[in-house]
């Protein structure tokens, strides 16, 4: 049927063709000779685009006024737009919200952003995290591999570039594609939290060096974005505070508009990850549970462990549970299901002498309400959990209701905590979220040749800067 229909239209297009060059390349009148066509109802020939598909139905606008305001609509790319793999509410948060400027979604034509969508390039995706690396293509679901993060990656002592070389060779090389080929697209993490001149310049540093080593390595276009960010955008938000639980600490990081607020200030509890996988080994040796290795005990962790409600009712409950280890068989838990996580809100059980995350959240916010970053105190209250450690069912729940507790009224009220919205790999969607957008290239990304001149502005600024004496010792 579609074949047929795109023979009609072929013929339809040659005579409206010839018919327009002879008119100053106008569109044709409305309603032109097209015979059986001119009487086929509005609901009839969209259905018929719809079968012809994007290519052909953009085509049917040039022949003729009536047809181009039917193929326009937004209704029939919606459509289109919504038989992609993207999802269609992440469309629209990434072609409204981040845009650089607001469009309301009633505005929005989408058989614009159908066709610019289309000439955006698949990307790498690169979200290096504290203690997993995950990368993959753009145009895929998920993230197709991990491995070790680049801050981890090989010897620490050696060079930072030699390391980011290293580690993004072996990138590519896991992947199997040039060089050249393709965008990046990495996430940059939390490492200098504070606002100090030296944090700063220590965040400029890391950024410059990623720039640095993949341009070298001939890599078109780069796009460095906050891992905390990404890991907004993935839950459909543009500000807010990250709570991610990475594999050593946690940050808590207030966002503003797409901004880490460094001014604001970042809160890091020491633990993470690694210290509930250690503790809840600990609670396992006690019972005398034999296992191989910590990577045993984090999948247990993984299969079994939650956060309680309600600690001390929880207590009294049975709680037993199985799950199976692959090689190693059957594991069973009980109060250790729980008390692995509690630690995450009384960090003495575990022997830490640190903050409880519901008071380092509530702490984050009190700062926010102190920087009056917005007429709008309501941008903070919403909480995003990221991390694989922020996986375990209940946190979201336990956080909401410690918060509630700790916190004024004027405060609490309207707090939202939203669970990883995509799992442990939020940051990674995020970054899928941002490269396929329309303005992707133009608005998000740093080619080469524009790296160059930016590094060439700040070494003529820096020479400017420099006192006289300094040429004169020449």
């Known amino acids: 049927m579609a074949v047929v229909l795109r023979k009609v239209l072929g013929s339809v297009l040659h005579r409206s063709g010839s018919s327009s060059s002879r ?15 001119n009487v086929i109802p509005n609901d009839v020939f969209v259905q018929i685009l719809l079968l012809l598909g994007p290519r052909d139905a953009a085509r049917t606008s040039s022949v003729c006024k009536s047809w181009r305001a039917l193929v326009s609509g937004n209704a029939i790319w919606v459509y289109f737009i919504m038989n992609e793999k993207e999802p269609w509410d992440a469309l629209v948060f990434a072609e409204t919200h981040l845009q650089l400027c607001f469009v309301p979604p009633s505005q929005l034509s989408f058989m614009n952003i159908y066709s610019k969508r289309a000439m955006v ?28 993060t680049f801050l981890e990656f090989g010897n620490l002592e050696s060079p930072m570039h030699a390391r980011f070389h290293y580690f993004f060779t072996t990138i590519f090389s896991r992947m199997q594609v040039k060089t050249s080929s393709q965008p990046v697209v990495v996430s940059l993490p939390i ?18 060096a990623i720039y640095s080593v993949l341009f070298e390595m001939n890599v078109p276009a780069v796009c460095a974005i906050d891992q905390a960010v990404l890991a907004l955008f993935a839950a459909r938000r543009t500000s807010g505070i990250v709570v991610n639980i990475g594999f050593h600490v946690t940050s808590v990081v207030p966002i503003f508009e797409g901004i880490v607020r460094h001014d604001i200030g970042i809160e890091i509890v020491g633990q993470g990850a690694l210290k ?13 549970i034999n296992f191989e290795s910590l990577y045993t005990v984090r999948t247990i962790k993984e299969k079994l462990c939650y956060v309680a409600a309600d600690y ?7 709680t037993e ?46 700062h926010c309400v102190a920087a009056e970053a917005t007429p709008d105190n309501r941008w903070f209250k ?73 590094m060439r502005r700040n070494m003529i600024c820096t020479v400017e800067q420099m006192p006289l004496d300094f040429f004169m010792m020449f």
């Open 276 to 288: 509930l996988t250690a503790f809840l080994r600990e609670l396992m040796q006690q019972r005398n």
């Open 121 to 148: 390039p698949g990307s790498i995706i690169i979200d290096g995290g504290s203690g997993y690396c995950k990368y993959g293509w753009s145009k895929s679901c998920s993230p197709s591999g991990r491995c070790a």
């Open 23 to 37: 008119h100053n390349s106008e569109l044709p009148e409305d309603h032109p000779p097209l015979g059986d066509l």
């Open 191 to 208: 490492c200098y939290v504070d606002d100090t001149e030296s944090a700063r310049a220590s965040r400029k540093q890391l950024k410059e």
């Open 382 to 454: 919403t909480v995003v959990l990221a991390g694989g450690t922020s996986c375990l069912p209940g946190l979201s729940e336990r956080l909401e209701k410690e918060l509630c507790k700790i916190l004024p009224a004027s405060m609490s009220n309207g707090i939202e905590v939203i669970p990883p919205p995509c799992g442990a790999d939020s940051a990674w969607h995020g970054a899928k979220i941002v490269s396929s957008m329309s303005t992707f290239m133009d608005s998000w990304c740093i080619t080469k040749k524009q790296y160059r001149q930016m």
């Open 312 to 318: 001390e009712a929880e207590l009294q409950k049975d």
């Open 321 to 366: 549970a199985s799950c199976e280890v692959v090689g190693e068989g059957w594991f069973t838990l009980s109060k250790e299901r729980f008390k692995t996580g509690e630690i995450l809100f009384q960090p003495l059980i575990g022997g830490l002498r640190t903050l409880g995350l519901h008071r380092a959240v509530a702490l984050c916010m009190d």
